[in-house]
């Protein structure tokens, strides 16, 4: 059974670093693309960034395109999101997950892959 378990997050104030944790179990994170999404406050789920092991292919949202990093560690079956000058933009509930990259035209967007269960989502809150 996959299982995924993020840790990392908190409080920070604007311009501060965060680095997110997503533990794999049950599948390999270099057999999938696993992506990162975030939901803020009365907002939709929106995929922010993703990576694919099998030609290494990354996306980014423009929202956080050269301030964050999504990054595997296949010894350790995990994915990062190492997040720099956080704005309190990004306060959200990080999640991750296993995803299909879908794109069409010019743009990408992702689709939560049916067989990875979200992980447990992660607070991540940004002070001015």
């Known amino acids: 059974e996959a299982q995924l378990v993020q840790s990392g997050g908190g409080l920070v104030q604007a311009g501060g670093s965060l680095r997110l944790s997503c533990v794999v179990s049950?599948?390999?994170?270099?057999?999938?693309?696993m992506g990162w999404f975030r939901q803020a406050p009365g907002k939709e789920r929106e995929g922010i960034t993703a990576?694919?092991?099998?030609?290494?292919?990354?996306y980014y949202d423009d929202s956080v395109k050269g301030r964050f990093s999504i990054s595997t560690d296949v010894g350790k079956n995990t994915v990062y999101l190492q997040m720099n000058a956080l704005k309190p933009e990004d306060t959200a509930v990080y999640y991750c997950?296993?995803?299909?990259?879908?794109?069409?035209?010019?743009?990408?967007?992702?689709?939560?892959?049916?067989?990875?269960?979200w992980g447990q989502g992660t607070q991540v809150t940004v002070s001015s």
């Open positions: 049950g599948f390999s994170v270099d057999g999938e693309c």
């Open positions: 997950k296993a995803v299909q990259v879908v794109i069409q035209g010019g743009s990408w967007s992702l689709r939560p892959h049916g067989f990875s269960p």
């Open positions: 990576i694919c092991a099998s030609d290494g292919s990354i």
